[in-house]
T-cell receptor, first 112, second 114 residues
Framework: SQQGEEDPQALSIQEGENATMNCSYK?????LQWYRQNSGRGLVHLILIRSNEREKHSGRLRVTLDTSKKSSSLLITASRAADTASYFC????????????FGAGTILRVKS | EPEVTQTPSHQVTQMGQEVILRCVPI?????FYWYRQILGQKVEFLVSFYNNEISEKSEIFDDQFSVERPDGSNFTLKIRSTKLEDSAMYFC????????????FGPGTRLTVL
């Protein structure tokens, strides 16, 4: 399977600090995406990085992708209490429109 | 900004009962998906639907499950005879043809089977 796995499982930081979460996967992919989920709520799409891209930015988010190591990282800079949530990576492979395979997620807590 | 909507937000049912979960996709999206998340676990793929037919389904999606798009707008997931282990959050997701498989998720329906 192409399962993504995140680490750490949980991360607790102070407001203003940076948070880095990592994701690994097993097979070749087309894209890797990061989603945020507030407790008991839906999944919010954060950013998508294609397999031929190495780095992408969106506001305070920076995503890197290393296809040789089959890994990605999500960096949230200058974290805020509102960033407290679970963060999941999801990969897709094969034909367009194929399913997403999610990792187990990182629970981020930002303390104010 | 257009959003995927789902109803109901919470459904409580007795074991063995049928439930129908509803999703209204974003209007120009053509691919539809159901995923589920058991409490504290990963989000798991159930089924994908394109051009009025199932394109892929997981092992979870057995004969108790079915999907349809009855009126060209709503996308439904039916569970014929619910089991306790069907208790989970069910997410609908949609995708438009021109994007890079960026799937947009609804807020989910929390299904509790008693």
């Amino acid at each position: 399977s192409q399962q993504g796995e995140e680490d750490p499982q949980a991360l607790s930081i102070q407001e203003g600090e940076n948070a880095t979460m990592n994701c690994s996967y097993k097979t070749s992919i087309n894209n890797l995406q990061w989603y945020r989920q507030n407790s008991g709520r839906g999944l919010v799409h954060l950013i998508l990085i294609r397999s031929n891209e190495r780095e992408k930015h969106s506001g305070r988010l920076r995503v890197t992708l290393d296809t040789s190591k089959k890994s990605s990282s999500l960096l949230i800079t200058a974290s805020r209490a509102a960033d407290t949530a679970s963060y999941f990576c999801a990969t897709d492979a094969g034909e367009y429109g194929n399913k997403l395979v999610f990792g187990a997620g990182t629970i981020l807590r930002v303390k104010s | 900004e257009p959003e995927v909507t789902q109803t109901p937000s919470h459904q409580v049912t007795q074991m063995g009962q049928e439930v129908i979960l509803r999703c209204v996709p974003i209007s120009n999206h053509l691919y539809f998906y159901w995923y589920r998340q058991i409490l504290g676990q990963k989000v798991e793929f159930l089924v994908s639907f394109y051009n009025n037919e199932i394109s892929e389904k997981s092992e979870i999606f057995d004969d108790q499950f079915s999907v349809e798009r009855p009126d060209g707008s709503n996308f439904t997931l039916k569970i014929r005879s619910t089991k306790l282990e069907d208790s989970a959050m069910y997410f609908c997701a949609t995708l438009k043809v021109s994007s890079y498989n960026e799937q947009f998720f609804g807020p989910g329906t929390r299904l509790t089977v008693l």
